[in-house]
């Protein structure tokens, strides 16, 4: 292990790229910390410091999982009721919120957005009904889901705990408890919150979260927080190979980074990176299902959200229209204007002052004065929209359905593609050929775990990387568990039950 760095010497990645090592790394750099070289993105500077941070805290959650084996399954059902109750708590309630109060003014100082960050009464509805559905579920524990039969023995599979997992979020304070859902299958969590969220995550775990567990009898580091904000102590937890699961909840470059660390130690991951949805209206869309669809797509800003819709020629004339209407419905609901970015070559179906009319667009540092329209590059017709509370989306006339999911699969993030069609055989074509986890037929904001198959989402993966191995995009807590193999004697073994 180095010492010391001498600036300007080079450190060379896994796929040969080089980097210099710069005259501030250099200085930084201190005797037990690391510097990993990590393709097209540069050298990270893990101070010792962090690591240890992080270190203590993933020995802590190691032990607490070994703890976790001997808790029964009622004990986990007596702290999901704990937990909800104390979310329920008026006083603890208020509590969290005014520790929230401070994050949310401070993230706004730093030009942050606050859409996810704000606690608010859905978000506290969200969560108490989240827990409630898992105090009620089935134990997935030692679960048999399969046997196999011969002459004087079975095989059974059955189910088990995999370990700790990590999860790397910024300002989400709800994943908190939509992340304890790993705690029935008899896992443990730990968690780093980016700043944002930080006193908030503190705040929800000491007031409701390991009262609950203490309550319960479960150890109290089955959920372990890192007590660092730092982007240095994500990566060292990523790099932590006694983790079983790595969950970054996120977008774009730093989610990619962090599974590139989680990867590099053989970590599994749950990457829940960029989204941005699509939806193709086809010939024979109908106009109003296409404009409801835009609406519910829009309510506000999520990887699920609609991000660029495609309209075939044959209609476009007919159907820009409508999904303009739907679009400035959804505006007015959250009492903004929306943001259009059309695609070059499109712009002949947007009237001509959509150009040139200036609208206040509210972004994470405050109002701007917009165009509500702008031509779009076609090289950027992948871009994802992060937007505050104006919608903004991206409009692509296209020569029919295939051109258009020839476009989704080479742009999109490959996460959610929706169809508006009345032809069922158009249908069929497009789950046939589009790569996408979730396929619709309507509005894009149902790929939700809660919405979908109600229960809590700890994370949604996208097919950017490929088709996942074994199971959904929806990760949720009841599927983070491994497979045992029993042998057992057909005279005295216990029952496959």
Request: net charge negative.
């Amino acid at each position: 292990m180095l010492d010391e760095l001498e600036p300007d010497s080079l450190i060379v990645a896994a796929n040969g790229e080089a980097f210099r090592v710069s005259k501030a790394l250099a200085e930084a750099f201190q005797p037990g910390d690391l510097v990993i070289p990590i393709p097209q993105q540069g050298l990270l500077h893990l101070s010792n410091t962090e690591r240890q941070i992080v270190d203590q805290a993933v020995t802590q959650s190691v032990a607490a999982f070994t703890t976790m084996q001997q808790v029964t399954d009622d004990q986990v059902t007596d702290f999901f009721q704990a937990f909800r109750a104390a979310l329920k708590n008026d006083k603890v309630w208020e509590s969290i919120q005014s520790i929230n109060e401070h994050d949310v003014a401070m993230a706004k100082e730093r030009g942050r957005s606050t859409t996810r960050l704000q606690v608010t009464e859905t978000m506290r509805t969200n969560m108490i009904d989240g827990l409630r559905e898992w105090a009620e579920s089935e134990p997935s524990r030692n679960s048999v889901v399969e046997t196999v039969d011969h002459d004087q023995f079975q095989i059974q599979l059955r189910t088990a705990a995999l370990g700790v997992v990590g999860f790397v979020f910024e300002g989400r304070p709800n994943v908190l408890a939509d992340a304890c859902g790993v705690l029935r299958g008899g896992n443990t969590a730990i968690f780093r919150i980016g700043s944002d969220a930080l006193q908030t995550a503190r705040g929800m775990i000491d007031l409701a979260l390991r009262p609950a567990l203490l309550q319960a009898g479960l150890p109290s580091n089955a959920i372990t927080l890192v007590d660092s904000s730092a982007h240095a102590a994500g990566w060292a937890l990523f790099l932590d190979s006694r983790l079983a699961l790595a969950v970054a909840r996120g977008s774009g470059d730093s989610v990619e980074l962090l599974g590139s660390l989680a990867r590099s130690v053989g970590t599994p991951v749950s990457l829940h990176g960029t989204g941005g949805a699509w939806m193709i209206v086809g010939d024979t869309a109908m106009p109003e299902i296409l404009k409801q669809g835009a609406i519910k797509s829009l309510d506000r800003k999520v990887c699920n959200t609609l991000n660029t819709c495609c309209i075939v020629a044959s209609r476009a004339v007919e159907l820009v229209p409508v999904l303009l209407d739907g679009l400035n419905e959804a505006a007015s609901k959250l009492e903004q204007e929306y943001r259009l970015h059309v695609v070059e070559g499109s712009e002949d179906f947007i009237p001509e002052e959509a150009f040139t009319r200036k609208v206040a667009i509210n972004r994470a540092d405050g109002q701007h004065d917009e165009f509500q329209a702008s031509i779009l590059p076609a090289a950027d017709i992948g871009k994802e929209w992060e937007w505050e509370n104006s919608p903004e989306i991206t409009l692509i006339v296209v020569k029919d359905l295939q051109e258009a999911i020839q476009l989704f699969n080479t742009h999109s993030p490959r996460l959610v593609a929706s169809l508006i069609s009345n032809d069922e055989q158009e249908h069929q074509r497009f789950y046939e050929t589009v790569e996408a986890p979730f396929i619709s037929d309507g509005h894009t904001r149902w790929v939700d775990g809660q919405r979908a198959l109600n229960k809590p989402e700890l994370g949604l993966s996208n097919w950017a990387n490929g088709r996942l191995f074994g199971r959904h995009a929806i990760l949720t807590g009841d599927s983070v568990y491994t497979v045992r193999v029993r042998y057992v004697e057909a005279s005295n073994g216990p029952s496959p039950n």
